[in-house]
């Protein structure tokens, strides 16, 4: 086991209530850097713009545009590389979560996680689109995210229209969440799977969804934490894709209470990326 001091960023400003802070963590944005390259007008960027918004920290999932919708390997270290790179340059401001294709060799995946999160400064695994949540080949994934005691941020949505390579719904998260009870999963983008999404994971305890997603619904985030309890919706913009200041405004414009949205907005993400822990999460 490893402890360290947490991680809070001195410059939190979001909720305070008597001696406890709260911070804003948005749980789910990307960069678009021509090559994946490292700058500090990057973090510079990132950070004014969660900062107007009243964002304290993001959660970096991948560099748009390196590799696709089925990254090769060099297109996953690249990825990950910037990330690492965002959050030792700013760790008070960026979290990185270790990006990963399912269809590569395990040996390489595994391989790819300890280097980011058991010997890196990652602190979660992120699977977009490259193979369903039902195939057998995120199982090895899954199995070594619980063992590392961190979670796994899947992209999931429901379309009438052209699905995504392999796009996974909602139903499909769930039978992932079936096939691995002690893995804590964030779907991703209520926006996108709406009501429907909502209902097909309800039944699965380890599934939270983030926020993040298409266009305002009214009553959606509402109806997520009903069905859900707010300790299972967490705050996500898809930035730089999506603005900060809308994508907040989802949550802090609903009909839930003060304490629901502070749940919402960052105490969740403080509990299920363990940052009141020592280095935030327990290698093993």
Known sequence: MVTARPVFPRRIRAFEKGDELYVVIDIHTHTQVAGAEFSPEVVDAARRAASDAGIDKIVYLFNLGTGGRDPS????????DLG???TAADPAFFIGFC????????????????RCIMHGNMRGVKLWVAVHATDARLDPIMERAAQLGVPVLHHSWYKSTTWAHNESSPAEIAHLARRHPDTTIIMAHLAGVRWRG????????????????GVQEAGLVEYAVRELGPERVVFGSDWPLRNFAVQKARVTGSGITQEQKELILGKNAVRILKLNEVGGCDHV
Do not use: W
């Open 73 to 80: 390997e060099q297109d996953i270290i690249a990825s990950n």
């Open 84 to 86: 690492m790179r965002l």
């Open 99 to 114: 990006y990963l294709n399912p269809a590569h060799d395990p040996a390489f995946t595994l391989a790819e996680m300890d």
């Open 198 to 213: 909502v209902l097909d994971i309800k039944d699965c305890p380890n599934v939270l969804v983030d926020t993040s997603g």
